[in-house]
């Protein structure tokens, strides 16, 4: 990973309120979501904003 890319995945993370691996994951789940794939039980309702 480049400097520039850690330190904007460090900068969104914390501006979530979020440790950057939480960040990550969230953003890996929203995408298999979006794509259609169904992971139950490892997110509560709401964690993963709904694809518009």
Known sequence: MTNAFRTSL??????????????????????LARSGASFPGVFRKGDIEEAA
């Open 10 to 31: 460090f900068d969104a993370a914390n501006r979530a309120g979020i440790t950057p691996n939480e960040f990550c994951i969230k953003a890996a789940a929203e995408k």
